[in-house]
């Protein structure tokens, strides 16, 4: 990763972004939704919800087909097909689609939680009289997780390095963060990273049966925050060598300049109560940018609306920024998308994209009362304008696996 402040031919600059969403399948029909605050909470349609204690979630409305520019070829099930979809969308912001085509210089990273788990749903619901088994662990346990990053290389007939992160719900920023290191290092010319998940009932009511999701409405950092809601939908993110992009006339939306990791190692599912390995992502993601916590301007936050989330998460911002941490915005967008797990990452890092450019930071929706064990500037219930030129996204998963990006302003 280049340094913010260093001039650099290998700086990572991202050239194109496109995403499907429960609130939007273009950027502007995304971008209008954060700013006016058009959920996509609805009851569940993708399956049945009867005898089930929630039935509220974050589904994409917009048919598949009609969120591409051009048809895409059927492969795999809805997650790969949410992927292409932000995938063709991205290439053409990026004017890269022919650019692209058969390379070997280029690189696929896609990050998802779940992967196809709707096909062997699909599958399953075909024989309900059976009862679940050993050998539908064994499937559902060894289903392919590439299918996604394998289909992107195919339709673009890319010969170069396809990865796949299931890195939970912090899969999708750990894409951004390998690709642009790829790119950096100067082992790709492009690369595409990709964060999906497509709504499944397994994802459902496991959340559902952990008592982490609301029955109605997500507020995040907001007191008696009720829990989560699931969404899906998939983003994508074209990033190359400022200098590569420069040679062929693209323009640089923003910059990948720093990348963190970090692991709690301390529970299956929750998080580490100090939020410390939350903080050392962050941090660690500053410094790779060459930058001083106290050049961040905004934070796009994790904020699930879960009670113990939202709390850790403060406290490591806080752990970040000391004193600043009650005045620097730091807001969620999961209001309104739901928790898109996989693909959650992505498209918040093209949120911050869509800020920079745009001077206004999205606001945490749904907000009602302030919570004192998230003692920060949440943003609450609208946009707020101001000059950005760095900013900080995280996201956090089960296995306390915590990823940061810092992404910074084109000039």
């Given at each position: ?13 991202i ?44 589904e ?47 690189a696929?990273?896609v ?13 399953r619901?075909?024989?309900?009289e ?43 920023s ?24 497509a ?39 074209i ?12 323009r640089?939306?923003a ?37 001083d ?8 936050a ?42 959650a ?18 606001p ?9 064990d ?8 609208a ?20 990823a940061s ?7």
């Open positions: 990763m280049s340094p913010a402040g260093r001039a650099s031919a290998q700086r990572p600059c050239t194109g972004v496109g995403l499907v969403t429960p609130i939007g399948a273009t950027l502007d029909a995304f971008w209008t939704s954060l700013i006016t605050g058009s959920a996509g909470a609805a009851p569940v349609r993708s399956f049945d919800t009867s005898g089930l204690s929630r039935t509220i979630g974050c994409v409305a917009t048919p598949i087909e009609e969120a591409a520019a051009s048809p895409i070829p059927r492969r795999g099930g809805r997650c790969t097909a949410l992927a292409l979809a932000a995938v063709e969308r991205a290439l053409a912001d990026a004017q890269a689609l022919s650019y692209i085509a058969g390379r070997t210089d280029a696929v990273v990050g998802t939680t779940m992967g196809e788990v709707t096909q062997f749903e699909q599958d619901a075909r024989h309900p059976r009862e679940a088994d050993a050998a539908d662990v064994s499937t559902l346990a060894n289903r392919p997780l590439d299918l996604m990053a394998r289909s992107i290389a195919a339709v673009h007939r890319l010969e170069g390095r396809v990865v796949t992160v299931p890195a939970a719900c912090a899969a999708g750990y894409a951004i963060g390998m690709a642009a290191s790829l790119v950096a290092r100067g082992e790709v010319r492009i690369a595409i990273a990709v964060g999906c998940e709504f499944s009932r397994l994802a459902f009511v496991g959340f559902a049966r952990m008592h982490a999701m609301s029955a109605d409405v997500c507020r995040p950092f907001s007191r008696g925050r009720p829990g989560l809601l699931l969404g899906e939908g998939a983003g994508a993110v990033v190359e060598p400022e200098s590569a992009a420069r040679a062929r006339g693209a640089a939306a910059f990948v300049d720093g990348f963190g990791l970090s692991c709690d190692a301390h529970h299956v599912t929750g998080p580490h109560p100090t939020g410390a390995g939350a903080a050392r992502a962050t941090r660690d993601a500053i410094r790779r940018a060459g930058l916590p106290s050049q961040i301007d905004y934070v796009n994790h904020g699930t609306g879960t009670a113990l989330n939202d709390k850790t998460e403060s406290l490591a911002m806080h752990e970040v920024f000391g004193a600043r941490a009650t005045t620097i915005p730091i807001s969620s967008i999961k209001a309104l998308t739901g928790h898109m797990m996989g693909a990452g992505a498209v918040e890092a093209i949120a911050c994209v869509l800020a920079l450019q745009r001077s206004v930071i999205p945490t929706w749904n907000h009602i009362e302030s919570d004192p998230c003692a920060i500037d949440c943003v609450p219930n946009p707020r304008e101001a000059k950005l030129t760095h900013v900080v996204s995280n996201s956090y998963a089960f296995g306390g696996n915590n990006l810092v992404l910074s302003a084109a000039s």
